[in-house]
DNA sequence: TTAATCATGTAACACGTTACATGATTGC
DNA sequence: GCAATCATGTAACGTGTTACATGATTAA
């Protein structure tokens, strides 16, 4: 769902490729995006047929052509509805969807080393990616020409915002399941 | 590709039919996963195909017939090497996917007080999810019988737990993001 | 009398994932 | 000589979402 507004909200900062979508998508929009190049391609060419898009090609010598993407006034008016749109878009965020958290459900039938070993692996993880973070604000600066102000680059600062406290969060809950589970150890060999 | 180990790990618990198995997934399961009906449907009846189920029709009347699901050894066996596989699993849980966050990261096209009160919008969620989470502990008492011994549900819990802190971290994070945005706007007002 | 519960699904479509294809140019 | 970059995609499959269908029983 989220794909195509991305794209078209890239589009209006500034004509691309998808080529070029594809590499600024990674760059700023899949922290909390995911979309893989050809799954990219496949919107681009439905957004045409829809008109929300426009194409011109490039002829290049040594080089493929390029096919160049532009907002049309269509298109301009569904990524602003859909920016302003109210319907869902809260509750989304309070969604979690993880295939850590139904293995940790059925954990029960694992000896606890294992969980506590992956638990581990959660919380370097978390560092690691904390670690990783600390280059985004040289992204931020790096697209800074795309935003036709300072101002637009303030959400993206905010997401980021979000980011670090999310991996925050994640490292403090390991931390003291790993304890629950030392004390839980405790106890067990007691009796 | 969890939902069908969703419905595996439950099955391991007991026999079940997809009504039933529709019913637990959604008081258990689907904080961090989520499955229509349909597609439990769908899925109870791809395995049972692939021999990782087995069904037997209870006939009933006055009532629709009953189809009551078990699993067999193949089955059992999926479940625990995909439990027990380490590709991937922990990389899961810091994966972020938010249509709000894409949202916030173009926010700028839109007045600051837009923004703003999505935020407070978030901040009011983050509060009536942890209201809610008070229910949690009734239901996992509720199914206590369903479990082989008391400790299966100690993972229950520190799923509980989890939830908790995001909701939290998500919380401050709003808080902090209207402080940032009531400074900005101060500031704009002087110039 | 109206809604909820019990119990099964099918069909169609949207979106996500993986694998594959092409082929010249540039940097190590 | 080999990998990466530039640039476009197609095909097939897997999963998620939405809408629809049936019809009796029970509790408010």
Redesign the interface.
């Known amino acids: ?2 794909l195509k ?2 794209l078209l ?1 890239l589009l ?1 900062y500034e004509k691309m490729s998808g080529y070029d979508l594809d590499k600024v998508f990674k760059d ?2 899949a ?4 979309g893989q190049t050809s799954q990219i391609y496949r919107e681009l060419t439905a957004m045409e047929k829809s008109g929300w898009i426009v194409s011109e090609i490039e002829v290049q010598t040594g080089k493929p052509n390029k096919k160049w993407y532009t907002l049309s006034p269509q298109g301009k008016k569904e990524f ?1 509805d ?3 749109a ?1 319907e ?23 000896p606890p080393e ?2 506590a070993a ?1 638990l581990q ?2 919380r370097a ?2 560092a690691e ?1 904390l670690e990783n973070m600390s280059s985004v604000p040289g992204i931020v600066d790096n697209y800074q020409h795309m ?1 036709p ?1 300072a ?6 600062r ?2 980021m ?3 670090e ?6 490292a ?2 390991a931390d ?2 790993l304890w ?1 589970m030392k004390k ?1 150890a405790k106890k067990e060999k007691k009796k």
């Open positions: 769902m989220s507004y991305g909200g209006n700023s929009l922290f909390f995006w995911q602003m859909w920016l302003a109210p869902g878009a809260v509750e989304d965020l309070l969604h979690v969807r993880s295939s850590f958290l139904m293995r940790l459900f059925f954990a029960g039938e694992l294992h969980t992956m692996k959660v993880a978390c990616a935003m102000d101002e637009r680059s303030r959400y993206w905010m997401v915002f979000f980011g406290g999310y991996y925050k969060a994640i403090r809950w003291s399941m629950l839980q």
